[in-house]
Every structure is written in structure tokens, then in C-alpha cells.
């Protein structure tokens, strides 16, 4: 059996252990589809990334979760960017990747003595959630009263669709035990979509928005610790649902992971002007070991 290396990177965190584990194929053009599915599904975590050769952009980036593949994944691709980088395979500060979702710029630069990531994300889209608010809240572990009435629940996208669920209160986030299994017959505008629960209440002081985020059960996972694309769909939610007339350039921290002891920060980056916004996000990433994986 071909052994295979993949790198174990946690992205949105500088400290081994904390935001969310990403696993990297710094050689993914050696295997075909069926082999990175099957090295997504051995390593595990909810997302592991493939390097190959791209004929549009600098290099191109495969996402697979143990059960099928993703367009776009921005820990991943945080992650991915980060053992190029480690590796000596990626010299130029500016440079563009190939995704399912798209061509898209990332740039990269020292900040602090860490490598600063800065991603940009597909243009925001929105659409309507027609489900049960009650059956919606009790999927994740909560009643209707702990949803925050004041905004929608919204399917959104910066490259993955993800449901925004607002929540009143901060509290509520230890209280949630997501049944994942029930996600598809609720979602039944989009059955494959995940769910994100977000507050504006938060933990640590100077962030702005705090979040998890429930895979779809499609998946073959059930939550994610720091979630790049989602947190990009709520800079754009912010500026579209919450507060409209904000000035614009604006950067949110959004904080996410804290419950699976796994915290992170996504910086948000808000740009452009309403309805035609532009998202970007930045963070860090830190190298954790190397993980060897069989495949048939």
C-alpha cells in the first residue's frame, strides 16, 4: 500500500492544538479522486487540502471532508498556504489559486514574527430561509426564544453555502448539541448546507462576532473549530442585515472554537459598497507534526 504524507497545519491559531486542524498533500496530482477521498476520510479532519498544477492560476487546491469534496475551505487553504510556505515551495508574497469556487488572489506577509494569510473570498450571496425557526433552533440544542428575532436566518455564501442562525445570547453556545442527521429535512431550500450559529456578544474583548458552525451530515463530520469561508459570510451579513450604513473599508475579528477548547480568530475584511461587497480573510497558521496514511 502507497504511504502517503500529509501535513497536520492548524489554521486561524499560532499555538499547536488551538483553531482548526487542516491536513495538507503537498503532492495531491500523484493521486485521483477516489485516493484523496479516501486520504480525507483516513486523516479525518473536516477538511483536508491537495496541491496540484493549474494551467489559470499559480497552483489549484482540491477540499475534500471524509465524505465528499468541497469547492472552497478556508482553513484549509490558510493551512495549504502555510506548508508551501514552511516547505520552500512558495517564494512570491502575491500570487492566486485555482478552487472550485473560482480563481481568487491571496496575499501573504510577516506580522508580529507570524505569517499573516489574507485570502479573498467569492462574492457574498444570499437567500431566503423558509423552514421552522423552532425545528431550525432545536436541531442545535435550543428553543426558538434563544434565536435573536431582531435578524434573519439567511442561507449565505462566500464560495460554501452555510445557514446564519443569530442567537440572542453568548450563553446559549454552551448549550448547543447539534443533531446533524436533521439538517437536511429542514434545510429544504438547501439540504447539503451547514449551520452557523452567530452572537454578537463575545468572549474575548476586541472581537466582534462570535460563532460555531455544524457540518452538513453529507459531510462525514460534525463541527468545525474555525470556519474561514462562513466567517467571510458574516462580514458580509453584518453589513447587509445588521447595520447597513457602516463605513466601508471595515475589518471584524470574528472568535470561534472556544466550546471544543480549540479557539481561533478569522479577521473579516469588508469592502466595496452594499450589494456589490468584496470579503476577504486573514489569519494564521501554525505547523503541528507530520501524519503518514495507507491507501489501497
Known amino acids: 500500500m502507497p504511504k502517503v504524507c500529509v501535513k497536520h497545519i492548524d489554521a486561524f491559531s499560532s499555538i499547536p492544538g488551538k483553531g482548526n486542524p487542516a491536513g495538507v498533500v503537498l503532492n495531491g496530482g500523484d493521486y485521483t479522486d477516489e485516493q484523496m477521498l479516501a486520504i480525507a476520510a483516513a486523516v479525518g479532519f473536516n477538511e483536508t487540502s491537495f496541491v496540484v498544477s493549474s494551467n489559470i492560476a499559480d497552483f489549484r487546491i482540491r477540499y475534500f471532508t471524509?465524505?465528499?469534496?468541497?469547492?472552497?475551505?478556508?482553513?484549509?487553504?490558510?493551512?495549504?498556504?502555510?506548508?508551501?510556505?514552511?516547505?520552500?515551495?512558495?517564494?512570491?508574497?502575491?500570487?492566486?489559486?485555482?478552487?472550485?469556487?473560482?480563481?481568487?488572489?491571496?496575499?501573504?506577509?510577516?506580522?508580529?514574527?507570524?505569517?499573516?494569510?489574507?485570502?479573498?473570498?467569492?462574492?457574498?450571496?444570499?437567500?431566503?430561509?423558509?423552514?421552522?425557526?423552532?425545528?431550525?433552533?432545536?436541531?442545535?440544542?435550543?428553543?426558538?426564544?434563544?434565536?435573536?428575532?431582531?435578524?434573519?436566518?439567511?442561507?449565505?455564501?462566500?464560495?460554501?453555502?452555510?445557514?446564519?442562525?443569530?442567537?440572542?445570547?453568548l450563553a446559549s453556545f454552551h448549550n448547543m448539541d447539534p443533531a446533524t442527521k436533521d439538517f437536511p429535512g429542514i434545510l429544504k431550500e438547501m439540504r447539503r448546507a451547514s449551520v452557523h450559529p452567530i452572537s454578537f456578544e463575545v468572549r474575548d474583548e476586541g472581537n466582534d462576532m462570535h460563532a460555531r458552525h455544524f457540518s452538513s451530515p453529507f459531510s462525514g463530520t460534525v463541527e468545525d473549530a474555525v470556519t474561514g469561508t462562513a466567517s467571510g459570510v458574516m462580514g458580509a451579513y453584518y453589513k447587509t442585515f445588521v447595520n447597513e450604513d457602516m463605513s466601508l473599508p471595515t475589518t471584524f475579528i470574528v472568535e470561534q472554537g472556544h466550546e471544543m477548547e480549540k479557539d481561533g480568530r478569522v479577521y473579516v475584511h469588508v469592502n466595496g459598497e452594499h450589494g456589490n461587497l468584496e470579503i476577504s480573510i486573514s489569519g494564521t497558521a501554525v505547523y503541528v507534526k507530520d501524519i503518514e496514511v495507507e491507501i489501497e
Open 66 to 169: 471524509p465524505g465528499h469534496e468541497m469547492n472552497l475551505c478556508g482553513h484549509a487553504t490558510m493551512g495549504t498556504v502555510y506548508a508551501l510556505r514552511m516547505n520552500g515551495l512558495l517564494k512570491q508574497s502575491d500570487f492566486t489559486i485555482e478552487t472550485n469556487a473560482g480563481v481568487l488572489p491571496i496575499h501573504i506577509h510577516e506580522e508580529n514574527n507570524q505569517l499573516l494569510i489574507t485570502m479573498q473570498q467569492a462574492k457574498p450571496q444570499f437567500q431566503t430561509f423558509n423552514g421552522s425557526k423552532s425545528e431550525i433552533a432545536a436541531s442545535i440544542g435550543l428553543t426558538e426564544e434563544d434565536l435573536h428575532s431582531q435578524y434573519p436566518i439567511v442561507y449565505g455564501s462566500t464560495g460554501i453555502w452555510t445557514l446564519i442562525v443569530p442567537v440572542k445570547e
